[in-house]
């Protein structure tokens, strides 16, 4: 009885090694950093895992330094994951200030923040850098403006 329980232990954790393999691997490989036991934990909250994976491999290799932890909560809440990692990296390359709770926060709320903040560094490259001059769109972010405008969104105000 104890041998056939033990095989089916043995068996569990073979095909749950097995199904997560490779995308350990592929995080192991490009500095991911994210076990086997957080690949489990996400199969265990429905969570997928392939997506939090691919996003913290770009994040990582983008230089941004995002958490598993952060790319899980924000796919629960219905965020799209990598809709915001692209955002980021976009923000970072066009000297947009972006920080991922905020990046999120406009993405939950149903609005292309990828597609705001290149608006965003189009506008700045437009005006050129030193000119000064604001963007009266309200959901649109601008040099000199604050993320709670872009934030609280056109029916704020």
């Not at 009885?1 to 068996?11: A, S, T």
């Not at 219905?78 to 976009?90: F, K, Q, S």
């Not at 000119?131 to 704020?156: H, K, Y």
Request: negative net charge; proline residues 1%.
């Amino acid at each position: 009885m104890v041998g056939i329980i033990f095989l089916i232990v043995v068996l569990v954790f073979i095909l749950l090694v097995a199904s997560f393999f490779k995308l350990w691997l592929q995080a192991r490989l490009t500095g991911a950093g994210i076990t086997f036991i957080q690949l489990i934990g996400m199969w265990l909250r429905k969570t997928d895992a392939q997506t939090i994976v691919i996003s913290r491999i770009i994040a990582v290799q983008a230089g941004l330094d995002l958490s598993v932890v952060e790319l899980e909560s924000h796919y629960l809440a219905g965020g799209h994951v990598n809709r915001v990692v692209n955002a980021l990296i976009a923000a970072k390359r066009d000297n947009v200030d972006l920080n991922f709770t905020e990046a999120a926060m406009i993405d939950l709320e149903g609005r292309d923040v990828l597609a705001e903040v290149l608006a965003c560094a189009s506008q700045r490259a437009d005006e050129g850098p030193h000119s000064g001059a604001e963007i009266d769109t309200e959901d649109v972010l601008t040099e000199d403006s604050d993320i709670g405008e872009l934030r609280a969104g056109p029916d704020a105000y």
